[in-house]
């Protein structure tokens, strides 16, 4: 039987129910590939990145709760590795989305600082995870 925190438990009850916003995302994509909605190449590309982010990084976050309880990750370090991840699954999709958004857009706005932040707080998620996995 595998044991799993509190923590983790919640969280992964958090990162199911977002695969149905995911699922959501999907049906836009459905509606950009049949040409319905009037965007820009570079908008489609975009949202296709986003969606694309948004579910591996859910699975990934999903993944690494399990490795943060098996080496019993606590403090900081344990909040980096149990909740890096999943922060990075909510700020890179949004910064491909928000910064694409507007009217016949075709390069990124300001937002696009959100999948930089995204990225750093995934590096910095899965490096003390795997840290701890290798030092334990």
Do not use: C
């Amino acid at each position: 039987m595998v044991v799993i925190s509190d923590a983790s438990r919640q969280l992964a009850g958090i990162l199911f129910l977002a695969f149905v916003t995911i699922e959501a995302g999907g049906l836009y994509l459905v509606k950009l590939s049949s040409r319905s909605a009037s965007v820009t190449e570079f908008q489609r590309s975009f949202a296709r990145a986003g969606h694309a982010h948004a579910g591996v990084l859910v699975m990934l976050a999903l993944v690494a709760q399990l490795y943060v309880d098996a080496v019993d990750q606590s403090g900081g370090v344990g909040w980096l590795s149990r909740s890096g991840v999943a922060i990075a699954a909510i700020l890179m999709p949004a910064g491909f989305f928000f910064s694409s958004m507007g009217k016949d857009r075709d390069q990124p706005n300001g937002f696009i600082t959100l999948v930089i932040a995204g990225a750093l707080l995934l590096a910095a998620g899965v490096s003390s995870l795997g840290i701890g996995l290798l030092t334990a």
